[in-house]
């Protein structure tokens, strides 16, 4: 088995510090000269560890005094079930996500029609160039953007119904949308992939331009027919990702 290279390990004993409160928000972190000392690596390896925690935005250099935590909380997003319907509170997954960090949620939308393209066809079993409702997202937490989302609906089940507009109607959230229509989601799949950020990631969710994401493709279903697809993007770092599967 490969070794871990020396600057990603210094990194994740970093990383484990801060969230674990032992380098609590606003506390410096080892100069490149400690980190030396510390780990017997060299100046490159040292700054290369800490340049990983900055592109995932917990910590931040501040001119002429060091790297600092930075004030922000990862944002743990739980998913067995998702507790859409059982547990009070926020029907979205993204409010319920940020309310457990103790931050509030918003979000941004753009919703327009749309015809499915032969990727999005296959993951939501319908044929290409079928109607869709399209809907792009970015949502923040305390203000600060966070995540990313591109959301596909077929017409053929919200077309015409009080909640064919996502933002717009009688639920928040696919879940609690689907309920108010009679269809009910009893399953998701989530395919989860960890890549560069792209260009324009980087610019909407104000990243490091090396920054590193996780990006998850979601699909829900109601007795085994898609009736959602999404792309969601989260930048490392500023999430953990928990998942809890029954064992049967």
């Known amino acids: ?29 080892p100069s490149e000269t400690k980190l030396m000392q510390q780990y017997g690596v060299s100046r490159t390896v ?13 910590v931040e250099g501040r001119a002429g005094s060091g790297v600092y935590v930075r004030s922000t909380r990862q944002l743990v997003r739980q998913a067995h079930g998702r507790e859409l319907r059982a547990a009070p509170g926020p029907t979205s997954p993204f409010a319920r996500d940020a309310a457990r960090a103790g931050q509030r949620g918003t979000w941004e939308h753009d919703s327009r029609h749309a015809v499915a393209d032969e990727q999005i066809a296959v993951r939501l079993g319908i044929e290409p160039g079928a109607a869709l409702m399209r809907t792009s997202y970015r949502f923040l937490a305390d203000g600060e953007p ?3 989302s591109t959301s596909y609906e077929p017409l053929s089940i919200t077309g015409g119904t009080v909640v064919e507009w996502p933002e717009d109607g009688a639920a928040v959230g696919v879940v609690a949308r689907m309920d108010a229509i009679g269809v ?5 799949e989530e395919r989860i992939n960890s890549r560069p950020a792209s260009e324009a990631e980087v610019t909407v ?15 829900y279903f109601a007795d085994g027919l898609a009736v959602e697809t999404a792309d969601i993007v989260l ?8 998942y809890r599967i029954p064992v049967t």
């Open 205 to 219: 969710l104000g990243l490091p331009s090396r920054a590193d994401v996780y990006e998850i493709n979601r699909t």
């Open 235 to 242: 930048p490392r770092g500023r999430y953990e990702l928990v």
């Open 184 to 188: 009910h989601i009893d399953e998701f």
């Open 146 to 148: 966070i995540q990313l």
């Open 1 to 29: 088995m490969a070794k871990t290279p020396a600057y990603l390990a210094i990194a994740a004993e970093l990383r484990a510090q801060i969230q674990s409160g032992a380098l609590p928000a606003g506390a410096k972190l």
């Open 46 to 58: 040292a700054k290369w560890a800490i340049s990983v925690l900055k592109a995932e935005q917990l």
